[in-house]
């Protein structure tokens, strides 16, 4: 099989390159903070994902140190969202 590759080449004026550059950059940092943001969960979600029904489920979980969490006060928790998929792999099965 033969592959015929073209190439088509785009000028940009000087100005109009750093412009769209910089829009790139952007567009990166947004993504990244995002990825941030959503990295610490809640309660409501973790259970979502773990599909359970009862906080005290989520307790145990947390005292037995089988999920990650952080206290930033008395009242809230927030759970690692890696962490939380970590537990579930674990207990993964694999197909023969």
């Not at 769209?20 to 610490?40: C, G, N, P, Y």
């Not at 979502?48 to 307790?59: D, G």
Request: net charge positive; proline share 2%; hydrophobic share 40%.
């Amino acid at each position: 099989m033969i592959f015929s590759a073209t190439m088509k080449v785009i000028c940009l004026k000087k100005k109009a390159f750093y412009t769209l550059l910089d829009s790139v950059f952007e567009h990166i940092d947004s993504r990244m903070e995002q990825k941030v943001a959503t990295r610490w969960i809640n309660r409501e979600e973790v259970m979502k994902i773990l599909n359970i029904k009862a906080t005290s489920t989520l307790q145990k979980l947390r005292d037995e140190g089988k999920i990650r969490f952080s206290r930033p006060s008395k009242k809230i928790i927030l759970y690692d969202r890696d962490s939380i998929m970590k537990y579930i792999e674990r207990y993964a099965i694999e197909p023969f």
